[in-house]
């Protein structure tokens, strides 16, 4: 059983920034590929980035080049920094492992709101 806990979501003017958080429980923690994904009211649940156990990154295409992923194996958590942010990125923000790295995501955190105002 894995548990995950996201942090950091919160209020910020558009063109601001957040970090959110995601600590995980489990012993073998670096050896999960890790994701965020997102979910804006009325919309259907959206990538957003994913980072494997040797630290390859994924972005969804909306995000490239704003936000970042990264993951500290050693405190079990993976980060998503996220810069310039527009209204359209608010949305509740749930970050899930995929245990076997084959695509398919085992567990998911309660998830973070995470509001831009214009």
């Known amino acids: 059983q894995v548990q995950l806990v996201e942090s950091g979501g919160g209020l910020v003017q558009a063109g601001g920034s957040l970090r959110l958080s995601c600590a995980a429980s489990?012993?073998?923690?670096?050896?999960?590929?890790m994701a965020w994904f997102r979910q804006a009211p009325g919309k259907e649940r959206e990538f957003v980035a994913r980072?494997?156990?040797?630290?390859?990154?994924y972005y969804g295409g909306s995000v490239k080049g704003r936000f970042t992923i990264s993951r500290d194996n050693s405190k079990n958590t993976v980060y998503l920094q996220m810069n310039n942010l527009k209204p359209e990125d608010t949305a509740v923000y749930y970050c899930a492992a995929d245990l076997t790295t084959l695509g398919t995501y085992d567990y998911w955190g309660q998830g973070t709101q995470v509001t831009v105002a214009s």
């Open positions: 980072i494997l156990w040797s630290a390859g990154t």
């Open positions: 489990g012993r073998t923690f670096s050896t999960y590929a």
